[in-house]
Structure formats: C-alpha cells, structure tokens
C-alpha cells in the first residue's frame, strides 16, 4: 500500500518517540535530559545494564551505541512488536489520533502497471542474453573478448545481442503471453 506524501513526517513529527519507547525501556534519569529530548536508557533490543542506549526525541531517533540498533518510531514499533510497516504505520496512527489514508486505488493501478512494464523489461534482457550466444552474434562475442569481458563480467552485467530484426523480440515475448 502506497502512502500519500508527507504522510509519514507528519506520523513521526506526532508521534514521541520518548514515549513510544518509553513503554519498553526504564529512562537513566542521572543520563537524561528530558527538557532537549536527550533521552538516554538500557537497551531493548540486547541485554545490558549501562544506559548506552539514546534517544534523540527533536530529531526523531533513536541508536544503541552497544548492538548498533537504529532507527525511528515505525522501525522500534516494528522491532519490538514483531509486526510489519503498515501494522507499525497503524499503531502509532491510532496512538497519534492520525486516520491511516486508504489506499488510492490508481495508485496501485499505477503500482501493477509499472510491475508489468518491469516484467516484460526483464523477459526482453532474457531475450537479448540468449541472442548474445547465437551464430549472428558470433562477432559482437569475439569484440567483448577483447575488451577483456569475461563470461561473469557479461553475467552480471547482463550483457546481450540485438540482432538486426524486431520480429526475435517479438514472438519471444508473445510466447510468454506478453499482451500487445
């Protein structure tokens, strides 16, 4: 599902992070700094019993100087409740007083469409990649070996051969049931 622009910011600008963490961890008061935000406690995510632990709450984040965590509101919701994006995006909503926007239904018309146009986009290179290893392309081969391409660089690099003609191309991808 696709969120509208500015969505998110304005989630994670209502949302405190402070106090969404707070339900998990116990603050360091001697560490803290409540007034800037500079919040700072054991961390949830590995056992310790140092506060390296911080949360930046101006800034909208939070970072473990022990295990490396990292993230914001969404991410630690995530984490600690073992649930995915939109679930976390809906739980702070919720929290937030914030209604989570349906899903606009061009969008994903949109979405699908762009899915399709990256399918026959990857059965073309397909098609391509298979002509590079045909007889017409036996001097397209002999120049890349001498650039000094080897058979991984032209693997990855999913390097090909467009024959002289358009009509290759299209039957392969009318054989893989790709409309017109």
């Keep these: 599902m696709s969120l509208p622009p500015g969505f998110l910011d304005e989630l994670r600008s209502r949302a405190s992070l402070s106090q969404v963490v707070g ?10 700094n409540q007034g800037k935000g500079d919040m700072w406690a054991p961390c949830p995510f590995h056992q310790e019993k140092s506060a390296s632990f911080h949360v930046d709450d101006r800034k909208g984040f939070y970072y473990c100087f022990g295990c490396h965590a990292k993230g914001d509101a969404i991410s630690f919701v995530r984490e600690t409740e073992n649930v995915s994006f939109m679930e976390a995006v809906e739980i702070l909503a919720r929290e937030a007083g914030m209604p989570v926007p349906r899903q606009d239904p061009r969008a994903q018309q949109k979405a699908d469409k762009r899915g399709q146009l990256t399918e026959v986009m990857e059965l073309a290179v397909q098609y391509f990649r298979l002509q590079l290893r045909t007889a017409p392309a036996g001097g397209a081969r002999d120049y890349l070996a001498k650039r000094g391409l080897t058979a991984d660089a032209l693997e990855r ?15 392969h991808l009318k054989a893989k049931d790709v409309e017109d």
Aim: no cysteine; charged share 25%; net charge neutral.
């Design 23 to 32: 339900r998990k961890v116990m603050w360091d008061p001697h560490k803290s």
């Design 157 to 171: 690099w999913e390097i090909g051969f467009a024959p002289n003609q358009w009509q290759g191309l299209w039957d």
